[in-house]
């Protein structure tokens, strides 16, 4: 094999698919501010993912900045070490101080008995991440919120399209936020949003999202630019047409991993989450370098030698680089289970065009050590 294969590749509609649509910006020249397509995006997400309200942006990062200025969050945030860099980066914009919290060793999601332990006067909210998207203990999450006066913001980057417990992921929590990255399963090249459940909290965050505009010659916030432009919502609304062939396709992939890699000694998967339906976005493995007779990275390299590049999805820890490392909270004690995770975890390539022989050829590297 002598093409590399990537952990994914961003799916795309046919060219002549978009032209249309680009016809149009060119035509009515409205490239960005709440254009049609934007106003037709965000409606026609809603009704997909079962969401009372949605607002779109540039991308992901700034969504998750907004949606803890949405909800005035300030002091103390409890998180995950175990994700993407710009979960913690979202604080650290807000000059919030993260404070991390340990991970179930079942899913890798933020562990919810060992929330309380870490709450203290100055703790404001709770910033779980349904990680490779498969859903936190969302109820039990919820309790100790309300207990504590918490607000619950979920980043669910990863689980565009994700059912669980009979509705829209986003649905948990006060406020969820999602991306739609060229990496994602839903891609606007660059995009995200945020899901929240009222009228009156939608209007705020399209307000910060476009300077703190909320009317012609009124501001009421130092808002950010993040809007979502013309030509992103437009390749929107064609990626969404193809969401369930490019899920089924993902899941035919997922199903022969489970198969195939099954009976290696050495090697596990995570289960499949109950009440849920999943959007198969990641397929993570954890190598035990005793039974499997060779060490993560050693497999990691030898992959990348055989044009394999899996990524360590999520190694090292956030919680392990220098401007939060100082935190009492990222101490290695503190996270035991995200380090065992983040040294054992490899994500295999995953996507919807990932070919049967490729396919065939990951799981024979893998099967021969
Ligand atoms: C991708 C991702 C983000 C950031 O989204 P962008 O759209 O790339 O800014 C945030 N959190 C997690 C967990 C992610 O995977």
Redesign the pocket.
């Known amino acids: 094999m002598n093409k590399p294969i990537y952990v994914t590749q961003p799916s795309l509609p046919d060219l002549e698919e978009f032209i249309p649509y680009l016809q149009q910006i060119w035509d009515n020249k409205i490239l960005t501010n709440n254009g049609p397509f934007h106003q037709q995006l965000e409606k026609e997400l809603a009704e997909f993912l079962g969401v009372p309200y949605i607002s779109l942006f540039a ?4 969504a ?1 900045v907004t949606a803890l200025q949405v909800l005035r969050i300030t002091g103390e945030v409890i998180t995950t070490p175990y ?2 860099v ?2 913690t980066h979202s604080l650290w914009w807000n000059n919030i101080k993260p404070v991390f919290v340990d991970i179930e060793p079942e899913f890798g999601n933020l562990d919810p008995a060992k929330i309380e332990a870490a709450i203290t006067p100055k703790t404001t909210a709770i910033l779980p ?1 349904h ?1 490779y998207g498969n859903p936190c203990k969302v109820n039990r999450i919820q309790e100790i919120a309300d207990i504590y006066g918490l607000k619950v913001i979920y ?1 669910a ?2 689980c565009f399209g994700v059912k669980h417990l009979g509705q829209g992921i986003c649905n948990f929590g006060d406020i969820s936020i999602l ?3 060229a ?2 399963v839903f891609n606007t090249m ?3 949003a945020i899901v929240c459940h009222d009228a009156a909290t939608k209007k705020r965050i399209d307000y910060l999202k476009n300077f703190g505009y909320a009317g012609e010659t009124t501001v009421m916030a130092p808002g950010i630019n993040s809007k979502m432009n013309e030509m992103q919502a437009a390749l929107g609304l064609v990626q969404l047409k193809h969401y369930h062939e490019n899920i089924e396709k993902r899941k035919i992939i997922a199903d022969t991993y489970r198969k195939e890699l099954s009976g290696i000694k050495g090697i596990s998967f995570l289960p499949i989450p109950e009440n849920t339906e999943s959007n198969h976005a990641y397929f993570p493995i954890f190598v035990n370098e005793k039974e499997y007779g060779m060490s993560r990275d050693q497999l990691y390299e030898k992959l990348k030698h055989n044009n394999i590049f899996g990524r360590r999805y999520f190694y090292p820890l956030i919680s392990e680089f220098s401007m939060y490392k100082g935190l009492d909270s990222a101490k290695p004690s503190n996270l035991i289970e995200a380090n065992i995770k983040a040294d054992k975890v490899i994500c295999l390539p995953i996507y919807p065009d990932l070919a049967l022989k490729y396919l065939n050829h990951i799981v024979e590297q893998l099967k021969t050590k």
């Open positions: 991308n992901g990062t700034l998750l994700s993407f710009a979960t991440v990680v980043d980057a990863h991306s739609f990255h990496t994602k660059e995009g995200g």
